[in-house]
Nanobody, 128 residues
Framework: QVQLVESGGGLVEAGDSLRLSCAAS????????MGWFRQAPGKEREFVAG????????VYADSVKGRFTVSRTNAKNTVYLQMNNLKPEDTAVYYC?????????????????????WGQGTQVTVSS
């Protein structure tokens, strides 16, 4: 069993940056694919970014490409989401997720139903 805990969210202004962290316990994440998703009020949860177990493959939603960067430090069992130039439309609860069957496929990294473990989420609010 894997437990995931997100941190780093908060209230910022448009143009600011935040770095989200996702710390895992229970299992080592070195063989897991990891993803970040978000859910805004009244909207469905959507894919933000994903990273393969080896970090060879990273994939991003078009809406965050060029502004967000996903990375991982397997030695610390932690995955990060660096968010720059934040916009009000980035306001959402951000979730990290883990997929036990590590994959380098962009298709699977983007598919929330491929992930078995989820954190509780961290709120990001961007004011205009």
């Amino acid at each position: 069993q894997v437990q995931l805990v997100e941190s780093g969210g908060g209230l910022v202004e448009a143009g600011d940056s935040l770095r989200l962290s996702c710390a895992a316990s229970g299992r080592t994440l070195s063989s897991y694919a990891m993803g970040w998703f978000r859910q805004a009020p009244g909207k469905e949860r959507e894919f933000v970014a994903g990273i393969s177990w080896s970090s060879i493959t990273t994939v991003y939603a078009d809406s965050v490409k060029g502004r967000f960067t996903v990375s991982r430090t397997n030695a610390k069992n932690t995955v990060y989401l660096q968010m720059n130039n934040l916009k009000p439309e980035d306001t959402a609860v951000y979730y990290c997720a883990a997929r036990a069957s590590g994959t380098s496929s962009s298709y699977y990294l983007q598919n929330q139903y491929e992930y078995e473990y989820w954190g509780q989420g961290t709120q990001v609010t961007v004011s205009s």
